[in-house]
């Protein structure tokens, strides 16, 4: 995930994807994107615009790969959307979609959209706190929400595995939203919390407002 840089004050050396949780700026993504971070910028894919925002780690777990971020450049970003609806509750077979940004140096910074299914219901080397899907994702996808198609939070895209040196095609694990919700739980940011399911079609244009793409100096 390391890139060269041209200008260590505009580019950036790796990346990743995140998932906007409210209009307090809290951004959720995985830990390992933002690990050793000196500098961390972020940009919203929001109805065309691409607005770029400094922010800062305020809560991470190692174990469960998850870190929160937030946006501290108040002065710009204005941002009326309701705190993201989190599911708790998988089942083997049911419908998952992501958001992220995939090899952005040879794919562009725009936001990707990718469908697939949970294939099982525990991680690698069987974690509970993990699930598996068969979304198609690469490198820059880290970090990435997780959405049921009704657009609720089930997690966040975490890794991908190799055997013998190849990738293991439609393989993802996904980080669960109850790690996300017991860091939440840590910080004063509990509205972020809502766990009454959304049981409408999501909203693309919605989805795609809360869609951040990572970038680490």
Same mark, same amino acid.
């Given at each position: ?17 995140g ?6 700026g809290?951004?959720?993504t ?14 919203i ?5 691409? #607005? ?15 870190a ?38 040879? #794919? ?6 990718n469908?697939g ?19 198609p ?6 970090g ?9 939070? #089930?997690?966040?895209?975490s ?21 996300l919700?017991?860091?939440i739980?840590t ?16 909203? #693309? ?8 793409f990572?970038?680490?100096?």
């Amino acid at each position: 995930r390391k890139y060269r840089e041209i200008n260590p004050m505009v580019d950036w050396e790796s990346c990743g994807s995140g998932v906007l949780l409210g209009g307090d700026g809290i951004i959720a993504t995985n830990h390992h994107v933002i690990d050793g971070a000196n500098k961390i910028r972020v940009k919203i894919a929001d109805s065309g615009s691409f #607005m770029e925002y400094e922010a800062t780690l305020i809560a991470q777990d190692i174990e469960s790969d998850i870190a929160l971020l937030r946006i501290i450049d108040t002065t710009n970003f204005v941002k009326n959307i309701k705190a993201i609806p989190l599911k708790i509750d998988i089942s083997m077979g049911q419908e998952v979609m992501t958001l992220g940004y995939p090899i952005p140096d040879k #794919m562009g910074e725009n936001v990707k959209f990718n469908k697939g299914y949970v294939s099982a219901l525990t991680g690698n080397d069987n974690r509970k706190n993990y699930f598996q899907t068969d979304l198609p994702v690469w490198y820059g996808n880290s970090g990435g929400p997780c959405f049921d198609k009704n657009g609720n939070l #089930m997690g966040l895209v975490s890794e991908i595995r190799f055997d013998r040196g190849q990738k293991l095609e439609n393989v993802c694990f996904v980080t669960s939203v109850s790690n996300l919700v017991s860091l939440i739980q840590t910080t004063k940011y509990n509205h972020n919390i809502t766990l009454n399911n959304r049981t409408e079609k999501a909203n #693309m244009t919605d989805l795609i407002s809360r869609s951040v793409f990572i970038k680490v100096n």
